[in-house]
């Protein structure tokens, strides 16, 4: 039966019984107990990072890239605080991690003692569930239950804050059955009568359109192919947000790309004017309405999520279903099968598609010896798709870029910070997601001023030998502030020039990296193929144009209608409303 | 959905009764900007193990569904009530009532809490303290009468309600 053990020694044990083999931390006073007990196990591998934003970052490309729980092991206090950022970047995207944080002695809590902080406050909003654990006797039970909410329902972080106390005293821990919460249990399964009156709505109509997001992703590989069939049943347009790119492969030809902000010109035509929309796992995102009370004005609503509360949230629909969507997806085929429904006719809808289609909205001309960014992603991609890359990235233009000119074929290849736009994600999320595809190309497509956020993480992918390849789109600005300046400040550029910029080249070389220069046009390819080529990780610093802006783009609170496509309609000042939307 | 009419819902939760849960269902509130116009609670369970919050919010209708969905996605959520939506229920709030005064303030002060059932449960020679207890209405209305003849201070508890019938929710 089951021998008393330490706490700390329960904490790991709890970790190996779930099947956890790897954990991304960073030691302190508080956790000493658990490193400890890490110290004297072989099961599970800890990847020492160097600074505990960045360790649940690279949880974050774990999970992601992998569909298993990413597991965080941070001290108390400021492990605690720094953890913070990537406890609601998961949070935002859904991401299944279990962040554990040492804590102060319960004796001492309350106390303002040394690195306390009231870690279960600070992270009550920004995780699925927290808990402080106070008796040794329940910290098994509680990391059990901390896995199943992690990846029950809608995933998310939960936190779980170890006083260090709880960590040495000694209690029995057993192994437990089937793990549940006595009252948290998720509707998985769709209603079936509204699966039915779906199924219906979307045979008839003459101008469909299936928008997917980031839910697809998370309710597993099987849910990316029944999207496919459904697809294929119905004929429809399949349109994409930033969280759901590689559901669909990017040259199906139905796909229509990304859709909102900075999506496609027929994604956004076609939204606005379906005449039934099927979301699948998306939430209607301020990124992807734009404004409001024009969005979809002439279509009926069908919004299938596994979470209720982003049902009717933003824009009301006309039939909520919810449940996980995989499961719905599938019943919904049964259905659409069973009644013989064929797809109907949409010619008509498919000839306004390819007119928006032929706008070619994405187009650019790489010309001479100034580098495009968009060319730069794009012959990356070219050269790279064979190997079926994993692409993390750090949030700015050289994000939006990527979405557009970088194609996706399959889920979990895409690690990109959507919810919460945090700077500094890609790098630890590609060596987390490295850590779980140790044979996959990895390659973080960064900016110089996002990569500078995280990059004390070259020395953890240097430690663990991890071949990621990080690829710098160098335009010596905070891009996507700069081109807000030019948008709605007059062009007045606010501290978002990158200056005292490192030698890109001597850094990676510091750590332990080959670092590469493309200087222009007519290095890229050679520049690729030597960063491709070397078997170690590698840091690319390509030079590419300044003032390059990433359009399409609507402008915050604009409609879908209201695109802009060329640089030269997106310069000035714009009213106080327009100013003050994000 | 900004411009629809506000309504006032009572809403019944049952919590796990477990540190921070009250923290839980009040950030909610002010993170997303919903309005608490009066909050209860308090253990109901036998074994001390389900506490039961009463929230009177108001919202548009779409804000109350929201508001709902958002309290039931918590973890130590066991059910979000809408007594209002759910049809007849009791309110009920208790307020202690000091007033000073003396000579004929301190008399209509008495026979005002006569009429509404307000009892006198301390006393000195220039003061009481009334409790009174009923409807948000009746409480409010006796407060305002009471500010005429010596109101001192009002301590109330806010609404707790509970649905009409024999079944439990």
Redesign the interface.
């Given at each position: 039966m089951s021998a008393e053990l330490t706490g700390a020694e329960i904490v790991v044990q709890a970790l190996i019984d779930q099947g956890v083999e790897v954990v991304f931390g960073y030691p302190g006073g508080a956790v000493l107990p658990i490193y400890d007990a890490l110290f004297a196990q072989q099961r599970i591998r800890h990847i020492l990072v160097r600074h505990e934003q960045a360790a649940v970052h690279a949880a974050e490309g774990y999970a992601r890239s992998s569909g298993k729980v990413g597991v965080v092991l941070v001290t108390s206090g400021p492990g605690a605080t720094n953890a913070v950022t990537g406890i609601t970047d998961a949070m935002m995207d859904s991401v299944p991690l279990v962040v554990i944080t040492g804590q102060v002695p319960t004796h001492l809590i309350g106390t303002d003692a040394f690195q306390e902080c009231d870690t279960?406050?600070i992270t009550?909003?920004c995780s699925?569930?927290?808990y402080?654990v106070k008796e040794t006797a329940r910290l098994g039970a509680v990391l059990h239950e901390a896995f199943y909410?992690a990846r029950s329902g809608r995933p998310g972080p939960v936190v779980i804050d170890i006083p260090k106390d709880v960590q040495i005293m000694r209690a029995r821990y057993a192994k437990p059955g089937v793990v549940g919460?006595k009252?948290?249990k998720p509707q998985v399964k769709g209603d079936l009568a509204s699966i039915e009156a779906a199924v219906e709505m979307l045979a008839a109509a003459e101008r469909p359109i299936l928008y997917i997001g980031g839910g697809i992703i998370n309710s597993g590989p099987v849910a990316s192919q029944l999207l496919r069939d459904i697809a294929k049943l119905t004929g429809a347009p399949v349109t994409s947000t930033l969280m759901g790119l590689g559901a669909v492969p990017n040259d199906h030809p139905q796909f229509l790309g990304m859709l909102g902000m900075h999506g496609s010109y027929e994604a956004n035509m076609a939204m606005n004017r379906c005449d039934l929309m099927l979301c699948l796992g998306a939430r209607f995102d301020d990124r992807v309405t734009g404004r409001l009370d024009a969005f979809s004005p002439h279509s009926k609503k069908i919004h299938v999520d596994i979470?209720?509360?982003s049902?009717?949230?933003t824009v009301?629909v006309d039939l909520g279903i919810v449940g996980d969507v995989g499961g719905v997806m599938e019943d919904m085929i049964k259905v659409w099968r069973a009644r013989g429904h064929k797809a109907v006719d949409l010619e008509q809808w498919w000839s306004d598609i390819r007119g928006w289609r032929a706008r070619d909205s994405f187009g650019f001309a790489q010309k001479g010896k100034e580098l495009l960014p968009q060319h730069a992603i794009k012959r990356l991609y070219e050269a790279t798709r064979a190997q079926k890359p994993i692409i993390s990235t750090e949030v700015g233009q050289h994000q939006m870029w990527a979405a557009q000119h970088f194609g996706f074929d399959a889920p979990n290849k895409w690690l990109t910070s959507g919810g919460l736009g945090t700077m500094g994600y890609g790098l630890p999320a590609a060596i987390g997601a490295q850590i779980a595809n140790p044979g996959a190309l990895v390659i973080d497509i960064a900016g110089e001023a996002s990569i500078q956020m995280n990059i004390q993480e070259l020395g953890t992918a240097s430690q663990y030998r991890l071949p990621v390849k990080v690829f710098i789109i160098n335009n010596e600005y905070m891009g996507m502030v700069r081109q807000w300046q030019e948008l709605n400040h007059g062009s007045r550029y606010s501290e978002s020039y990158s200056d005292s910029l490192p030698d890109f080249v001597k850094l990676a070389e510091a750590y332990g990296w080959k670092g590469i220069v493309i200087e222009d046009a007519d290095g890229l390819d050679a520049g690729i193929a030597a960063m491709l080529a070397h078997d170690g990780p590698v840091m690319v610093d390509c030079r590419v144009a300044k003032l390059a802006n990433c359009f399409p783009m609507i402008p915050s609170g604009a409609a879908h209608t209201d695109m802009i496509l060329e640089a030269g309609d997106a310069q000035g000042e714009r009213d106080e409303d327009a100013k003050a939307l994000v | 959905m900004k411009h629809l009419p506000s309504e006032r819902h009572t809403l019944s939760i049952l919590v796990d009764n477990e540190s921070g849960v009250l923290a839980r269902i009040v950030g909610l509130f002010s993170a997303r900007g919903y309005n608490i116009d009066s909050l209860t609670v308090a253990d109901v369970s036998g074994d001390h193990a389900v506490s039961r919050i009463t929230v009177v919010t108001n919202g548009p209708p779409p804000v109350i569904e929201q508001i709902i969905a958002q309290l039931d996605r918590l973890v130590p959520v066991h059910r979000v009530l809408d007594l209002t939506a759910l049809g007849p229920h009791v309110e009920r709030e208790m307020a202690l009532v000091k007033v000073a005064g003396t000579g004929a303030s301190r008399d209509e002060a008495l026979r005002l809490a006569d009429i509404f059932r307000a009892r006198p449960v301390d006393t000195t020679t220039g003061s009481f303290v009334f409790e009174v207890s009923g409807p948000t209405s009746k409480v409010d209305q006796f407060i305002a009468l009471m500010r005429e003849v010596g109101l001192v201070e009002v301590a109330r508890t806010g609404v707790v309600a509970i649905a009409r019938g024999a079944e439990a929710v």
């Open positions: 279960v406050g009550r909003h699925k569930h927290n402080l909410i919460h009252t948290y979470d209720r509360t049902i009717n949230k009301r | -």
